[in-house]
């Protein structure tokens, strides 16, 4: 059974800092891509930040170059999100995203971990 369990988020002040967890199980960890996207209210999801299947490489969407880092754990099966300089806007809920490109794409999502940037 594949199961992607996000863990970590919560309620912080602006310019606070939060790291979530996404912890895996039931498929090839190490073979997948890794994401982490967001969803605020009455917006669409978009897509936070990716993280190769070995580490290599990442890429961020542009509003949190520079604040947020995105890292893996193979040995963990667990893919992580340190948050820094939050703002306000960095509100909403964050899924987990796991996915392969093979012959088919395959992909994997987690149930959400609010986070909440308020004084």
């Known amino acids: 059974q594949v199961q992607l369990v996000e863990s970590g988020g919560g309620l912080v002040q602006p310019g606070g800092s939060l790291r979530l967890s996404c912890a895996a199980s039931?498929?090839?960890?190490?073979?997948?891509?890794m994401r982490w996207y967001r969803q605020a209210p009455g917006k669409e999801r978009e897509l936070v930040a990716a993280?190769?299947?070995?580490?290599?490489?990442?890429n961020y969407a542009d509003s949190v170059k520079g604040r947020f880092t995105i890292a893996r754990d193979n040995a963990k099966n667990t893919v992580y999100l340190q948050m820094n300089s939050l703002k306000r806007e960095d509100t909403a809920v964050y899924y987990c995203?796991?996915?392969?490109?093979?012959?088919?794409?395959?992909?994997?999502w987690g149930q959400g971990t609010q986070v909440t940037v308020s004084s």
């Open positions: 039931g498929f090839t960890f190490s073979s997948y891509v």
């Open positions: 993280i190769t299947s070995a580490g290599i490489s990442t």
């Open positions: 995203n796991a996915v392969q490109y093979t012959l088919r794409v395959v992909e994997y």
